[in-house]
């Protein structure tokens, strides 16, 4: 390749790793999908959180001590499916993680984006069935673990894309107002905008419409941001 040509290649040609979406706006999309999914499972499914285990553990607590509206059994599955989930996803970083991390990212959203089909296929076919239930916990639950694993071991700063209480609070510590730079405000506001916005259309869709449709919406998502993503922030 002459001089010339060589200045003019494009800085993807010569690393992989950054065909295609930065990171930052996949785990942003992740985010809105994480919001969906919750909505679903919280308003859905009984007062369940399938992908903020934070949120699950007090609600756990809650049923256990009988408040009307929660159940054990919902809370526990959800728990041991969101930890089965994790389990998986450090396994595929052991397989993964030394090598592409766009290979990574892809492999494990496409995987989610199945999971979380799979939940809408259940809800669309059999959404009065007994044990409907329990399975779109399952899967979700499953999905948002192994997703929460890659994500952590990925290490894409104030991007977890299922809780916010950091996010939040490193947006007030280290604003200029907290004495800080500031420099990641724009991130953790957008990661906060992006969860209010799932919720706000996944609580829209199971209010108005059904179980499925967000479900649907969420994996697709996924599934997209499977085929985009790179490796890059």
């Not at 690393?15 to 999914?37: F, H, Y």
Request: with cysteine; glycine share 12%; net charge positive.
């Amino acid at each position: 390749m002459t001089a010339e040509g060589a200045q003019d290649a494009r800085p993807d040609d010569a690393d992989p790793e950054a065909r295609g979406l930065p990171l930052v706006p996949v785990l942003l999309g992740l985010t809105v999908a994480s919001g969906i999914i919750d909505a679903v499972s919280y308003l859905g499914l009984g007062h369940v959180f399938t992908a903020n285990m934070t949120g699950n553990v007090v609600v756990l607590g809650f049923a256990a001590a009988g408040a009307p509206g929660f159940s054990v059994p919902h809370t526990l599955t959800s728990l041991a499916c969101f930890l089965l989930g994790a389990l998986a996803g450090g396994r595929v970083a052991v397989r993964y993680g030394g090598g592409s991390r766009r290979t990574w990212a892809r492999v494990t959203l496409a995987a989610e984006a199945l999971l979380v089909g799979a939940s809408a296929v259940v809800a669309f076919t059999v959404p009065d069935a007994t044990t409907t239930t329990y399975a779109l916990i399952a899967l979700t639950a499953f999905a948002m673990g192994l997703r929460n694993a890659t994500v952590r071991k990925l290490g894409v700063a104030d991007l977890t894309t299922t809780v916010l209480t950091m996010t939040l609070t490193g947006l007030a510590s280290d604003s200029r107002a907290g004495g800080g730079s500031g420099h990641r405000s724009p991130r953790r506001t957008a990661s906060v905008f992006a969860m209010l916005a799932g919720a706000t259309l996944g609580a829209w869709l199971v209010v108005h419409r059904d179980l499925g449709t967000p479900l649907l919406i969420a994996g697709v998502a996924a599934g997209v941001l499977a085929v985009v993503t790179s490796g890059r922030e």
